[in-house]
């Protein structure tokens, strides 16, 4: 799953998109997989993959995560999805 992000740590709202780095980064982190966001996402996980995909998109962001929710304005907005594994169209 690919997300596009819009937020604000105070300079002016960017957007960014995660990537499987991110997904993994996320994994890691919270001990679950990517797929038990379907049952709903949480506004920490919104944040800590904002946080991944700020850092890779070289956004000068606070080295500690939580110095990094303090700054937001407010909870990144998913303004864009890609699922990893779209279903094929029908064929003409």
């Not at 506004?43 to 850092?55: Q, T």
Request: hydrophobic letters at 40%.
């Amino acid at each position: 799953m690919q997300l596009t992000l819009k937020l604000d740590i105070g300079d002016g709202p960017y957007e960014v998109t995660t990537n499987l780095w991110c997904a993994v980064q996320w994994e890691r982190k919270y001990k679950r997989k990517m797929s038990d966001l379907a049952q709903g996402i949480g506004a920490e996980d919104l944040a800590y993959l904002a946080f991944e995909a700020s850092k890779l998109h070289g956004v000068t962001v606070p080295v500690v995560f939580d110095d990094f929710i303090k700054k937001l304005a407010a909870m990144p907005e998913v303004i864009g999805q890609d699922d990893a594994n779209p279903t094929e169209g029908a064929t003409d």
